[in-house]
């Protein structure tokens, strides 16, 4: 890639090499998504958007944030992510929205006493049920959409093109929740399209 080489034909030129924390090495592009974690209830996107692999979750998290709708923003009381969301600067952005940022927090020996009060949340009672929720919510979300849509592989290259089909599955997944649970009258219909901001 530094050397502007393409060792074989069919390889996507814009695709980088990113590390994740679930699935470690990938070459290609991530989604970044927040969803409903309520287990009582369907899992929904909320927010979503597609970057290259390598770039990390802390940048893209303040403009997935902003994509929520004001009203779901007054239902959250806190947003579970995986490490890679472990920051100062997004602990504080989330308190400012009025929720609490719960992820794995580890402990040094000179740690801030703030981060302390962290680490203490992660590992108490109800940080470990709060991030519980991650394994049934996101994760297996992101691979229904994929199978759903068949997007894995995403059938295309660039990341114009991968963001517009990505997100485009994202916002049918969307509407197919709303309209299944307005047609069987499942759940209700009303906390969903007041989630997604309708």
Not at 109 to 131: F, I
Not at 166 to 195: A, D, F, H, P
């Amino acid at each position: 890639m530094k050397d502007g080489v393409v060792p074989c034909p069919g390889i996507d030129t814009e695709a980088k090499w990113g590390y994740s924390h679930t699935k470690e090495w990938i070459f290609g592009y991530k989604l970044h998504m927040i969803c409903s974690a309520d287990p009582s209830s369907t899992i929904i996107p909320l927010s979503a958007d597609v970057t290259t692999a390598n770039v990390s979750d802390k940048p893209v998290y303040p403009d997935i944030v902003s994509g929520l709708p004001p009203k779901t923003l007054k239902k959250i009381h806190y947003m579970v992510a995986d490490p890679g969301f472990s920051g100062k600067k997004l602990y504080d952005l989330s308190m400012t929205k009025g929720f609490q940022l719960v992820c794995p927090v580890k402990k040094y020996k000179n740690t801030p006493l703030q981060r302390l009060k962290l680490v203490d949340l992660y590992e108490s009672a109800l940080g470990q049920v709060v991030y519980s929720r991650r394994r049934t919510s996101i994760e297996p979300l992101i691979q229904h959409i994929k199978s759903v849509f068949r997007i894995d592989p995403v059938p295309v290259r660039g990341l114009n093109s991968v963001r517009s089909i990505v997100l485009l599955s994202v916002l049918m997944y969307q509407i197919l929740v709303y309209y299944n649970c307005k047609v069987r009258k499942e759940g209700s219909t009303r906390s969903i399209k007041y989630m997604i901001g309708c």
